[in-house]
Antibody, heavy 122, light 107 residues
Framework: EMQLLESGGGLVQPGGSLRLSCAAS????????MSWVRQAPEKGLEWVSI????????FYADSVKGRFTISRDNSKNTLYLQMNSLRAEDTAVYYC???????????????WGQGTLVTVSS | DFQMTQSPSSLSASVGDRVTITCRAS??????LAWYQQKPGMVPKLLIY???TLQSGVPSRFSGSGSGTDFTLTISSLQPEDVATYYC?????????FGQGTKVEIK
C-alpha cells in the first residue's frame, strides 16, 4: 500500500527554521517527482516546491524562494523541506505529494500524505 | 505572476443538478490542467488530469474539458457525497499553481 508520512512540523518563532520530512513506501520512490503543497488554516491549497526524481531539477513558489530548500534521499525513500527565515504567513499544514506520471516533473499529484502542521508564532 | 482563477468561489445546488466550475489560466497551458476534490477534514484527491482524463476510480459523473486558458469541471448529477471544495491546478513545467477553490454545497 502506498504511503506518505510527513513529520517535523511544530511551533517555531518568526525567523526560525524547521526541516520537514516525508517518508515514502509502497512505490518506487526514485521513479517519481515529489512536491510540497501547503494549506493555511481555512484557506486554499498553495503549491510550494517540486523536485525531479533524481533531485537535479527543483522549482519553488515565489513566496518561499530563497528561504525554503527541497531535497530528497532516494536511498532512504525520503523527501525533505528545509524552511528558514519562517514568517507568520508560513503557518499551514504541509503536505507531500507524489507525481502521477513516471519520470517527469510536469505531472499532477495522485497521492498525498496526511500533512504536518507548521505554526509560526512568538 | 501566473494565476489560475476559478469561478464561482462557492455554489449551492440540489441533488441531481448539473454543476459547472470554470478555471481560467493567465497564460495558455495547452491541456495541462488537473482538478482536485477536497472534502472537509480530508486530503485532496485527484479527479481529472490533462484537462479531461478521469483518474482511476473517479465516478463518471465527473468530467473535464478545455484547452489553452479556459477549462471546465462538470458534475453531471450532483450527489450528497460531492460536497467539497474543488481546485484546479496547472501541471505543466515550472510552478504548479492552484486556483483559489470552489466550495460546493447542497441546497
Amino acid at each position: 500500500e502506498m504511503q506518505l508520512l510527513e513529520s517535523g512540523g511544530g511551533l517555531v518563532q518568526p525567523g526560525g527554521s524547521l526541516r520537514l520530512s516525508c517518508a515514502a513506501s509502497g512505490f518506487t520512490f526514485s521513479n517519481y517527482a515529489m512536491s510540497w503543497v501547503r494549506q493555511a488554516p481555512e484557506k486554499g491549497l498553495e503549491w510550494v516546491s517540486i523536485i525531479s526524481r533524481g533531485g537535479d531539477v527543483t522549482f519553488y513558489a515565489d513566496s518561499v524562494k530563497g528561504r525554503f530548500t527541497i531535497s530528497r534521499d532516494n536511498s532512504k525513500n525520503t523527501l525533505y523541506l528545509q524552511m528558514n527565515s519562517l514568517r507568520a504567513e508560513d503557518t499551514a499544514v504541509y503536505y507531500c505529494a507524489k507525481a502521477l506520471l513516471v519520470g517527469t516533473v510536469p505531472s499532477p499529484f495522485d497521492y498525498w500524505g496526511q500533512g504536518t502542521l507548521v505554526t509560526v508564532s512568538s | 505572476d501566473f494565476q489560475m482563477t476559478q469561478s464561482p468561489s462557492s455554489l449551492s445546488a440540489s441533488v441531481g443538478d448539473r454543476v459547472t466550475i470554470t478555471c481560467r489560466a493567465s497564460q495558455g497551458i495547452s491541456n495541462n490542467l488537473a482538478w482536485y476534490q477536497q472534502k472537509p477534514g480530508m486530503v485532496p484527491k485527484l479527479l481529472i488530469y490533462a484537462a479531461s482524463t478521469l483518474q482511476s476510480g473517479v465516478p463518471s459523473r465527473f468530467s473535464g474539458s478545455g484547452s489553452g486558458t479556459d477549462f471546465t469541471l462538470t458534475i453531471s448529477s450532483l450527489q450528497p457525497e460531492d460536497v467539497a471544495t474543488y481546485y484546479c491546478q496547472k501541471h505543466n513545467g515550472g510552478p504548479k499553481t492552484f486556483g483559489q477553490g470552489t466550495k460546493v454545497e447542497i441546497k
